[in-house]
Structures are given as structure tokens and as C-alpha cells.
């Protein structure tokens, strides 16, 4: 039997797919060529999936601790008695003590995990958003209204790929293939990366920045096109505000000085700047690593900017507005009107786009957990995340998750983080249970994701724990009977159940281009505000703005003695984040973490190819094996990021702190103003032989 599906929880997922089903077991996966996304590509991740289903190491029931945490004995319980322990914990604690977290949002939970808090008035609502997603779209939201996609299915005549790897990294509803498709029709690429990789390998124009100061070098860009009287008039004139100051305030960057800060040379950022505004259409395809430095939002800002002033928003293959089909809106699914309170309650207020959007960032609650200030925070429940992997300063969040009350997981498998716990739940996951993807995610569109075969042993969804734990702490009436029920709710505004949403496979909102037109930017002035009016009435800079004090960490000459390399990393084609080193085909095709660093830098360690390395920083020291790259800035390297060794059962939590990355990050102020970023990607470091 074939049932179509789409992928998912190997990457943001979307690509469709044909799986075949043998006795209840799947036995074949491909690309389904039907598919209007990716019409039957599918990567190496999409075809192991499988090896993740009935994998030895699966949880298969929920455990409860026995030992010390971390001691890794773990008795079996009962559904009733692990979902019993959450509900009375969580119940007897002061709600204000309370965190949930989600790591990398995958499908519905993280709505269902907001409801439940906010029915149980927690405000604490831990995701990534501050360093991933949520600089870019809060950005968009404040600045025109809406968050602007790449139109790839009306071909642009040039992709900006703006620290993004698509080719390898499917980014949330929008996927390599489509890329991929578009230049394989002649569109021009302009890649800013500081790392070769295949997409700047086929680039017209590759930009090699220096790590975290791509605010500078857009700053750059934006100079050029308005000083030299390079952009869309007529838009500029008759739909944004702010555009005097804009002009203004850039006469306050001198191009040698941005160069300088950037190592591109004054000509490059010129070159970029005209083939970028002369080539029309042309769409920013911007990625994740923007968001990996304290300027994120003012970056995102910045290339909001870009695409406004070269005329390209909301206009054919340029960068455009995906109204979502028509669903219970996100808000009334997680009932944010019954805890209105929440604001004032939150950790940290502070970062007004994170509570805009209701998340806490993840390093205030770690040093919430240590100092009790400005609350304590007692007891978490963790799903779909590994903070151990993921979160800047690893040791400081092992040291978090230690000092807890108490903690409950859910996982696949047995992450360091989930030997943490005091309550592992094991969950299902893709192919297992009814779910759709892309909900409340400004793409435009819904795939459904329907069940394919049975999970193992106990395994229940997220979606149904989490259902099940309301109910337990006394929400019954705010919960459903069944899954079903629940998806069918969320459906409803579409004229749709879940079976007829099956049938579909896909559901697209009502795109058109230039809305505005209708209606004026969804903004306060109805414009695109170049100047942002509520970043000022926050007390943030209205216009992008390269601030010293918010400046790389290398700017202290002291730190430079020491550390005189800077760090960044990329995530691995073949995985995701930290998730699935012991699934085999994937393992094969990247056995070990592997550090890039330029030959010259290389033999100025004594390292040679495939010598193992000590990474470190001011914050610790890792071990990774060098790759020799001579295409790198002598001065950069690059680490792998998310690697552990489940293989490792003698290392103390499978070998958490051999070669993570975010061993060398760190989670102290100064943070992104708005939103709470931390730097991850522009690090001061040293190298040498292990
Ligand atoms: N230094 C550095 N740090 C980073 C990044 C970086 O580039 N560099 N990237 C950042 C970004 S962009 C993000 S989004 C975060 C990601 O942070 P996390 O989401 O914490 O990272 P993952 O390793 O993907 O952890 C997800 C876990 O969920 C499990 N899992 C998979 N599917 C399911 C499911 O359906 N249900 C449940 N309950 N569990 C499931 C997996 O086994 C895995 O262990 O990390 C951030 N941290
Ligand atoms: N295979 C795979 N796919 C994934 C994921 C995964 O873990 N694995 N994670 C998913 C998630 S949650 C996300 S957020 C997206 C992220 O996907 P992307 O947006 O592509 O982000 P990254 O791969 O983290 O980094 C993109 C590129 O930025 C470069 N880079 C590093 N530092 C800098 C810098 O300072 N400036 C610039 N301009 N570039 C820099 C890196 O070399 C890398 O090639 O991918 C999603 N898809
Ligand atoms: S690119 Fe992503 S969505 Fe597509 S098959 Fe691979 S893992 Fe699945
Ligand atoms: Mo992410």
C-alpha cells in the first residue's frame, strides 16, 4: 500500500512524500513527484527516517528516575503514573516556577504546550524563537505588516542568499528544491556566507564576511543604493515613511570604516549593492545565521530595508506576503485572551518582540533556575528539545537543569538532556500520528501529515500527552476527547475535517500579489516603516544601527591575545541539530564533528588534515577533527554544531561535553535589546593540537 504524507522532525519538513506499507511496517520511502514543493527530490534524512521508527535505542514506555540524575537507572512506569506525577507537581507549585520548553517547533505541540500553560497561567514558555525565526518575523511584523517569503514560483532574476544554506537546510516552508529549481532557470545568486558551500559555489557574486557583522555590511549595501539614488522612487515615495532620516542616518557610515568591520573590501559592498538593486526581480532569501549575534533584529531590519527600497516587496519574485489558509487562529488556540496577566508575569519583560510573541528567552531562564531571580524557577518540562546541546553555555544549563526540583522529557530517544529527567515520556513521531505541518507559520500553507503505521510500544504524540496532562490537572472541559477531534477543530474555518484535509494534502491561503495596494502595510501608519515607530516608542534605535557597545566581543584587544580566531558553525546537512548521530546511514555519511580551518592556520598549530583539535574559548574546550579549507578567511573557523555520541554509553551523559559547540558560546549579557539573542556565531577562539 502507498500513502502519501509529508515529511517531518528531520528537518522543518515539507517535502512530499510516497511511503509504502508492508504488514504495518513501512519498507519504502521517496520523493513524491506529485508534490508542488519539492516534486520528488528527497535527501538523505528524508530516506533514513525510517531507521528512526523501530531504531534499539527508541523509548518505548515512560521511565521514572532511580539513581542520582544522570546515573542512568530508570524503572518503567505506567502512563497513569507518569502523567499523575506531572499534573500534582506542577499543580502544588507556584505557577511562576513553573517552565515549559519546546525545542525547534515541529507540528502542533508547541500550540498545544502554550494552551496548556496558559490555562495554567505559566508564563514561562521557553522556545528558540530569540535565535531563530523570531528576529526575522518580529522584524518583518513591525516594519510592514507581514513576514515577506521568497517568491520562487514567479522566478526571481536574482536570489540574495543572506546566511542561509538552503541546499542543505530546509527553512520552514520553504525548501532547497525550490531554490534549486529557480537557478537551474537561470536566476542569478549572490550567496553571503563566510563559508564555501555548494550553494557559494554557484554563486555569481560570494560575499565572505566576517562573522556577525552582516548588519554592517547590509548598512553598507543600503548606503550605496541611497546615496547613489539607486532605488524605487515611486514605492519610496508613495508607501514607506522614514525614508529622510534613512537617508540621513547613513550619512553617519563611511564605507571604509563598514569595510573594515566587515573585511569586505569598499568595492565588493558596492558590486553587491548594484547587482542586487539592478537586477530585477530579485528576492532575500535570509537564513538563521542573521539571527546568531546581537544585532539580529537591526540585521533583519536591515534587509527589510533592502527589499523595500529596491522595490521588490510584495511584488513577483521578489519578497512576498502567504496569507495562511483560513484556521482557528494560533491565538485562540492557545487561549491567550483567559491570561492576560501573562505579560506582566514574564521573566523578561524587557525583550518586548519576545513578549509580543509570548516566549521567554532560553538563557534568562537558566539564570532564573540559578540565582532565584527575578524569580526562582523550580520545574520544567521539556519537549522536542536537547538544551544541553542547544542552548549558548552548556555548562551553565547543565548546571540549571541539575539544580531543579524537577524535571519531565519528551523524547525519542535518550538525549543527554533526557538523562537528566526525573520523568522520560516517550513520544511518536513522524509517520505515527495524525499531524499537519506549518501551522501558525506565516508560509501560506498546511501540509497534512497523516498516520502511516502504529508507534511502538507505549509512544503517544505530543500533542496527546500534552492533551491528557490537561485534562489531569483538572482542565477537562479545555481539552478534547481525542486527537481527532482537536484537529478537526483546528480545520474547521477551512469547510474542512481532518479526513477531507487528508484527501488535499496541501491547503494554501488566498496569495496575491500587492495587497497593500487594497488595503495600505499592516503597520501603524499603514506604510512600510523604514522608520520604525514602535521601536521608538520602546526606547530601541527606530533606524538599523551598528552600535559599538552591542560589538563583537573581539573589540577587547585583551581577548584577542588569547583568542585570536573567531568562531562560527553551520548546522550538518545530515542532521538535525543535535537529533539522530545513531541513526547508521546518516552516521556514514558523517561520522565525526568536524572543524574547518584554513591551511595556513592549520600549519601555524602543527594540525594536519584529520588531526583532532582543542577548540577553546574564554568559556571551555572542545574536541573536533580538522578539515583543511582553504576557501576560509585564514582568521575563521568553522565548528560543527549538536554532537554527541549516543554510541558512548561510558561517557558521562553520552559524551555531552566532548565536542558541543555550545560548550564554547556563551549566555551572558550584552544581549539583543528587543528579543534577547545571544551570539553564537562570532566567537573569539584558539586552536591547537590535542
Ligand atoms: N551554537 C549553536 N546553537 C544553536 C544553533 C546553532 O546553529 N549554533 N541553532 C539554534 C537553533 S536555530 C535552534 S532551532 C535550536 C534547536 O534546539 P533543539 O530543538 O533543542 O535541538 P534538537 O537537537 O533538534 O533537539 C530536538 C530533540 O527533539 C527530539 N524529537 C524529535 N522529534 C520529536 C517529537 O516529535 N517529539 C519530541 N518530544 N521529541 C522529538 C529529538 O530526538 C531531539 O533530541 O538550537 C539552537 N542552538
Ligand atoms: N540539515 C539540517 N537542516 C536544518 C536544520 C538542521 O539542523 N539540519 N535546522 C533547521 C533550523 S531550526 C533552522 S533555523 C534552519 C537554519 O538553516 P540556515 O538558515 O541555512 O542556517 P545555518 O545552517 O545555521 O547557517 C547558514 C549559513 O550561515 C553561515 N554562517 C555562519 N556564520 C555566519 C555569519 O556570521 N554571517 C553569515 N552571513 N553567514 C554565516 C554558515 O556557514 C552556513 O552556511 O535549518 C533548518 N534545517
Ligand atoms: S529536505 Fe527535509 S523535508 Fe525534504 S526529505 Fe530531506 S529531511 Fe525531509
Ligand atoms: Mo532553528
Redesign the pocket.
Known amino acids: 500500500m502507498i500513502i502519501k504524507t509529508y515529511c517531518a522532525r528531520m ?2 519538513g515539507g517535502c512530499g512524500l510516497r511511503v509504502e506499507v508492508e504488514d504495518g511496517k513501512i519498507v519504502k520511502v521517496e520523493g513524491d513527484p506529485d508534490s508542488p514543493l519539492n516534486r520528488g527530490t528527497i535527501c538523505a ?1 528524508g530516506i533514513a527516517q525510517v531507521e528512526r521508527l523501530n531504531h534499539p535505542d527508541r523509548l518505548r514506555h515512560p521511565l521514572k528516575r532511580m539513581g542520582e540524575r544522570g546515573d542512568g537507572k530508570w524503572e518503567h512506569i505506567s502512563w497513569e503514573e507518569a502523567l499523575t506525577t506531572i499534573s500534582q507537581r506542577i499543580l502544588q507549585a507556584d505557577r511562576r516556577s513553573v517552565a515549559f520548553a519546546q525545542g ?1 517547533p515541529k507540528g502542533l505541540e508547541l500550540y498545544m504546550m502554550i494552551r496548556l500553560a496558559n490555562l495554567l497561567k505559566v508564563p514561562t514558555v521557553i522556545t528558540p524563537g530569540a535565535i ?2 523570531m528576529p526575522r518575523e518580529t522584524a518583518a511584523m513591525i516594519t510592514c505588516g507581514f513576514f515577506p517569503v521568497p517568491d520562487y514560483d514567479h522566478p526571481p532574476a536574482l536570489v540574495l542568499a ?5 541546499f ?4 520552514e516552508g520553504i525548501i532547497g528544491s525550490q531554490l534549486r529549481r529557480v537557478l537551474d532557470r537561470g536566476a542569478k545568486l549572490m550567496v ?4 564555501r ?1 555548494q550553494l557559494s559555489s554557484r554563486a555569481d557574486l560570494w560575499i565572505q ?1 566576517r ?2 557583522t ?1 548588519l554592517a555590511l547590509a548598512l553598507g549595501m543600503l548606503k550605496v543604493i541611497v546615496e547613489d539614488g539607486l532605488y524605487d522612487r515611486a514605492f519610496v515615495d508613495q508607501w514607506t515613511v522614514g525614508f529622510p532620516e534613512l537617508q540621513e542616518h547613513l550619512k553617519g557610515y563611511s564605507l571604509k570604516a563598514l569595510a573594515e568591520i566587515t573585511w569586505v573590501p569598499e568595492e565588493k559592498i558596492v558590486e553587491a549593492a548594484r547587482l542586487y538593486v539592478r537586477t530585477q526581480p530579485a528576492c532575500i532569501q535570509w ?4 539571527e ?2 546581537i544585532h539580529s533584529v537591526q540585521t533583519a531590519r536591515a534587509l527589510m530595508i533592502l527589499k523595500t527600497i529596491s522595490g521588490n516587496l510584495d511584488s513577483p519574485g521578489g519578497n512576498v506576503n502567504r496569507p495562511s489558509p483560513p484556521t482557528l487562529r494560533p491565538g485562540d488556540f492557545v487561549q491567550s485572551k483567559g491570561f492576560p496577566e501573562k505579560r506582566e508575569q514574564l521573566l523578561a519583560p524587557e525583550f518586548r518582540l519576545a513578549a509580543m510573541m509570548g516566549f521567554t528567552p532560553s538563557q534568562t531562564v537558566v539564570k532564573a533556575i540559578l540565582s532565584g531571580k527575578p524569580y526562582p524557577i523550580r520545574m520544567m518540562y521539556i519537549q522536542g528539545g536537547n538544551p544541553l546541546l542547544s542552548y549558548a553555555n552548556a555548562t551553565e544549563t547543565y548546571l540549571a537543569l541539575k539544580k531543579l526540583d524537577f524535571l519531565a522529557v519528551a523524547e525519542i530517544f535518550l538525549t543527554p538532556t533526557a538523562q537528566l529527567a526525573d520523568i522520560v515520556l516517550p513520544t511518536a513521531t513522524n509517520f505515527e500520528f495524525d499531524d499537519m505541518g506549518h501551522y501558525g507559520m506565516p508560509h501560506g500553507f498546511l501540509l497534512a501529515r497523516p498516520k502511516v503505521v502504529d508507534p511502538p510500544g507505549e509512544c503517544r504524540p505530543d500533542l496527546l500527552i500534552l492533551n491528557e496532562l490537561g485534562k489531569k490537572c483538572g482542565l477537562e472541559k479545555s481539552f478534547w476527547p481525542d486527537l481527532r477531534s482537536c484537529l478537526d477543530e483546528v480545520l474547521k474555518p477551512a469547510g474542512l475535517d481532518y479526513e477531507g484535509f487528508k484527501r488535499a494534502g496541501i491547503l494554501k491561503g488566498n496569495w496575491k500579489y500587492k495587497s497593500y495596494e487594497r488595503n495600505g502595510f499592516g503597520t501603524p501608519s499603514k506604510k512600510v516603516e523604514i522608520f520604525c515607530s514602535r521601536l521608538k516608542d520602546w526606547g530601541y534605535d527606530p533606524l538599523p544601527t551598528y552600535r559599538e557597545e552591542f560589538s563583537l566581543p573581539d573589540s577587547d584587544p585583551h581577548r584577542m591575545d588569547n583568542y585570536p580566531l573567531i568562531l ?10 543535535s537529533a539522530y548521530r545513531n541513526l547508521p546511514s546518516l552516521r556514514k555519511l558523517s561520522p565525526d564533528p568536524i572543524v574547518l580551518i584554513h591551511p595556513q592556520t592549520a600549519g601555524e598549530m602543527g594540525v594536519g588534515e584529520g588531526d583532532w583539535v582543542l577548540i577553546e574559548t574564554r568559556q571551555g574546550t572542545i574536541r573536533q577533527k580538522a578539515a583543511l579549507n582553504s576557501d576560509l578567511d585564514p582568521r575563521v573557523v ?1 565548528a560543527a554544531y ?1 554532537w554527541w555520541f549516543p554510541e558512548r554509553k561510558d561517557l558521562e551523559l553520552s559524551g555531552w561535553k566532548e565536542s558541543n559547540v555550545n560548550i564554547l558560546t556563551e549566555n551572558d549579557p550584552p544581549y539583543e535589546p528587543t528579543i534577547g539573542s545571544t551570539n553564537l ?2 566567537i573569539p577562539c584558539r586552536i591547537y593540537r590535542e
Open positions: 528537518d522543518h534524512k525547534t531563530c525565526h543572506w546566511g542561509s544554506n538552503l542543505q537546510t530546509n527553512e553571503i556566507d563566510p563559508r558551500t564576511p562573522p556577525g552582516d537564513g538563521n545565521a542573521i546568531h549575534n562560527t558553525s553551520a548546522k550538518d546537512p545530515c542532521y538535525f541539530h568553522v549538536g556565531r562570532a
